[in-house]
């Protein structure tokens, strides 16, 4: 078993303070839920595991298998395990799909070792019908003149070729139909087992109907305010934030 | 400089390098009527092309600087300095491969330079070792009637053809470097081919880089009669390594009636060198001339392919590529001048400034009031690597008359962080990522090079992107 811990993580970005505090432990074989109003910071967190520049921890750690991480590169975090599914993917001109990913494991085996292109392609296929995807994507640049359903079921098919120990889903759901969502839904499930962390940011309890959560974490202002099984999500989903908000509320997390 | 002493000058930064030679034949510095002369005896050429050099050489003296538009950094070229016709003749260079610098070989491991062509380029060999295969070519294409070969020898054993075309297509006063090329050329490649024959293979300009001096006054004349097809491929991607800092080719393409020329260059020159080229291809009715041009390095590149399209129907296209690394100037475009009816051109130009690269597209396309049915369509695309690469475009566009039609396209883009954060997140590296986005930027063009050129234009670009980041 494998562990990502954040500590304790305080993160601003110029002088605002974003994440104020936040601790949580993922292990490998549990799905975790991030639930939280617009602007608590979920993404914030996703992107400061992932190593984005822009933001700068000025406290806290965040520990992959008890080891530091806030030093590495985000292709060094990515290499060793992380795969982030973001929130507002970008696009690649003139980058296939099917190049992009052929390097982003090429990256990943020792210098001098060759991605062998058949049983490449074999499994961008597999992986490609799971997520029933037409094979022409493949041919098509990376997230260019996508909709927001094809980018969400982009990012879900790298995920599948990357096959990462933590993976982070930032609102994976939204721009979803309903048929695409239970078809993402299966992907992300198939990818579950004891090797593989999930930390599934969304807006929606709908989404925990085919994701189901091991924990739901409610996020406000940029710390964890409540903690529980999936039931408080359905909570959520009846009461909103309001009762989260509430300066005692606050308090939980603190 | 001795034999002993020969001496390697190396970039380590770039791997360009340098490496100095004895000459046999040598015009000393400086262009003036004796220098021609010494050219003319060296090379013994006939009587009428001592003139037109002497002639070229007068209008050269003449014309001013174009820096009232280009870069002023052309005032840095010192003439007087310049050597202006080097040759080996039969001598072998005393370098052994042992002595070249081992960053350089791995410059053209890294590139995938075949190990022939790596000797030559290292300056270890004066011939070119597919000198052989040359001569396969040759022959095979003399069966068809095709004649190929250097211009210095076509202008003597094919005169009436040679001069029927020769300088037709670019006048000697067209510029002042055309001008001066006219005085001073030696080197480059004549082709003609027959009424109907359909060249099947592209030929390569193998025989070019041997004894004389890398055509640093090139001069290349290509004609294809009636119906007639044939791809030209000069260059590789390869740093070279040069003895001169000025490069002044003239390219002149002739198309007749339903001919198709295509003419593909990739140029990776050393960061001193200025590439001031100019090349014009004239198409007749229903003929096509088409340039696909990549440059690289320099540090001065001026050159807009041209097309004169003078008979009904007939098309022009350029394609270019243009990467402007750290400190340096591509300056380049395309010129399309239509001169009859239903005439159609097209110029898709991409360029990226790495550092403090600076790419600038010059355009011209004109479309007199008389004529009708022509039609231009003009895409320029820049990509800006970093906060300190420029991108300029000059697109001049003069279309008159009411059944023409002209459509441009400018961009300018820049990789932003958030695409190579993203990228990163897939666990490649800042610099893969970042050539990655480059070959992105450019690939619907790499795609219309021949397959071996593409390759090694991907590896360049990598290579280039290595340096650009961190
Ligand atoms: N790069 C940035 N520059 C400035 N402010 C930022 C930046 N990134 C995040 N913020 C701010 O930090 C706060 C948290 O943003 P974040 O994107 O993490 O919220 P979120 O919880 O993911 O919201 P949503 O549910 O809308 O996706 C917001 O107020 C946002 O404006
Ligand atoms: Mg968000």
């Known amino acids: 078993m494998k562990h990502l811990k954040i500590d304790n993580l ?8 974003i994440l104020r505090g936040l601790s949580l432990d993922l292990p490998t074989g549990q799905v975790h839920a991030i ?16 190593g984005h520049p822009d933001y700068t921890v000025t406290s806290g750690d965040i520990l992959f298998d008890g080891e530091s991480i806030l030093e590495m590169e985000p292709d060094a975090r990515a290499r060793k395990g992380i795969f982030l599914a973001f929130q507002y993917p970008s696009e690649i001109p003139g980058v296939t799909i099917a190049n992009f990913l052929r390097a982003a494991l090429q990256a990943r085996l020792p210098e001098g070792e060759e991605l062998e292109a058949t049983e490449y392609y074999a499994k961008l296929y597999e992986k490609m019908d799971l997520l029933e995807m037409p094979r022409t994507f493949t041919s098509r640049a990376v997230n260019e003149g996508f909709s927001g359903g094809e980018k969400k079921r982009c990012e879900i098919l790298q995920m599948a070729m990357l096959q990462p120990t933590f993976a982070l889903l930032d609102e994976t759901d939204s721009g ?21 962390g999930m930390l599934v940011i969304t807006h929606y309890q709908r989404l925990l109907n085919y994701i189901v959560p091991d924990f739901v974490h409610v996020m406000v202002n940029g710390r964890i305010v409540e903690s529980g099984t999936k039931e408080l999500a359905l909570k959520l989903e009846a009461e909103g934030y309001d009762w989260a908000t509430e300066p005692e509320a606050e308090a939980v997390g603190a | 400089m001795s034999d002993t002493q020969t001496q390697l000058d190396i970039d380590r930064e770039k791997g360009n390098f340098r490496y100095d030679v004895d000459y046999e034949f040598d015009a000393g510095t400086g262009l003036n009527e004796k220098t021609i002369d010494y050219i003319c005896d060296v090379k013994g050429e006939p009587d009428w092309i001592r003139q037109f050099r002497k002639d070229a050489l007068k209008k050269f003296l003449e014309k001013p600087m174009p820096t009232h538009w280009a870069s002023h950094d052309l005032e840095n070229i010192i003439f007087d300095k310049i050597r202006y016709y080097l040759s080996q003749g039969g001598q072998k260079p005393k370098k052994t491969w042992d002595e070249v610098p081992e960053d350089v070989k791995r410059t053209f491991e890294r590139l995938g330079i075949p190990e022939q062509e790596r000797k030559f380029l290292a ?46 297509v670019i006048p000697t006063g067209d510029n002042k470097f055309s001008a001066l090329n006219s005085a001073a050329f030696s080197g480059g490649s004549f082709i003609y081919v027959p009424p109907g024959v359909k060249v099947s293979h592209p030929l390569q300009a193998y025989f070019r880089i041997n004894a004389e001096n890398f055509g640093q006054f090139e001069r290349t004349l290509i004609i294809a009669d009636e119906g007639a097809e044939v791809t030209y491929m000069e260059g590789c991607t390869a740093p070279k390594f040069d003895t001169a800092t000025l490069h002044s080719a003239v390219v002149e393409l002739v198309a007749l009636k339903g001919a198709k020329i295509q003419y593909i260059t990739v140029q990776n020159w050393s960061n001193n060198v200025f590439n001031l080229v100019t090349k014009r291809g004239l198409a007749m009715e229903d003929a096509e001339v088409k340039w696909i041009d990549c440059n690289i390095g320099s540090r001065l590149t001026m050159k807009y392919p041209g097309v004169v399209m003078k008979g009904r129907r007939a098309r022009g296209e350029v394609i270019s590529i243009a990467l402007a690394g750290d400190g340096q100037h591509q300056d380049t475009g395309a010129k399309m001048v239509h001169a009859a009816d239903e005439t159609t051109s097209n110029i898709v130009s991409k360029s990226i400034s790495v ?34 690469s420029r991108t300029d475009t000059y697109p001049a566009i003069s279309v008159r008359g009411t059944g023409n039609a002209c459509q441009h396209e400018a961009s300018v883009s820049q ?44 590896r360049l670009i990598d290579l280039e992107m290595e340096g650009s980041v961190g």
Not at chain 2, 136 to 163: C, W, Y
Request: glycine letters at 10%.
């Open chain 2, 123 to 168: 300056g270890v060999e004066a011939q070119f070792d597919s000198e052989a295969a040359y001569s396969n070519i040759k022959e095979a294409v003399g069966k068809q009637g095709v004649i190929f070969m250097g211009s210095t020898d076509a202008l003597k054993e094919h005169p009436e053809i040679f001069r029927k075309w020769f300088g037709k």
């Open chain 2, 355 to 388: 550092g403090t690269g600076r790419a600038t597209y010059r355009g011209l396309v004109k479309i007199p009031r008389h004529l009708k049915g022509c039609k231009n369509n003009t895409e320029c695309d820049a990509l800006l690597i970093n906060t300190s």
């Open chain 1, 10 to 17: 305080h993160v601003s970005i110029g002088d605002r303070e």
């Open chain 2, 415 to 458: 990789v932003s962080s958030e695409q190579i954060f993203y990228m990163q997140q897939r666990g490649l590296t800042e610099a893969q990522a970042m050539s990655l986005s480059v070959n992105g930027f450019v690939n619907d063009l790499v795609r219309q090079f021949p397959m071996e050129y593409s390759v090694e234009l991907k």
């Open chain 1, 176 to 196: 979803l139909d309903i048929d695409a969502l239970k078809i993402v839904s299966h992907g992300v499930n198939s990818l579950r087992g004891p090797e593989t």
């Open chain 1, 35 to 50: 639930m939280g109003p617009n602007g608590s910071g979920k993404s914030t967190l996703a992107k400061v595991i992932a």
